[in-house]
């Protein structure tokens, strides 16, 4: 019975132990990267018609546009696009 016992401490340390030396890294930041690039933690999204990553925010300030009208304004293809 003592040895059943001490075989199960042993099993259970070596098992914690295991568990403790590979811990889950949390991920970096800036690493939630969309298929176009754009960071999405740092408020970036993909603006189809500027062809680039932006802040709604920034860009409804520096197109003079309303706030709800940024989703519409990005959906619009790039005039030189071809």
């Known amino acids: 019975m003592r040895k059943m016992t001490s075989a199960v401490l042993a099993m ?3 098992l914690a132990l295991a ?3 590979n811990p ?3 991920p970096l930041p800036g690493s939630d990267r969309d298929k176009h690039g754009c960071i999405g ?3 970036y999204s993909w603006c ?3 062809g680039k990553c932006v802040r709604p925010w920034e ?3 520096e197109k003079g546009l309303a706030s709800e009208a ?3 304004y ?3 293809p790039r005039a030189d696009a071809k």
Do not use: F
């Open 48 to 50: 189809e018609h500027e």
């Open 70 to 72: 940024v989703d519409a």
């Open 12 to 14: 259970t340390a070596l």
């Open 24 to 26: 889950a890294k949390p």
């Open 59 to 61: 860009l409804a300030s």
């Open 19 to 21: 568990a403790c030396s």
């Open 41 to 43: 933690s740092a408020g």
């Open 74 to 76: 990005c959906r619009q």
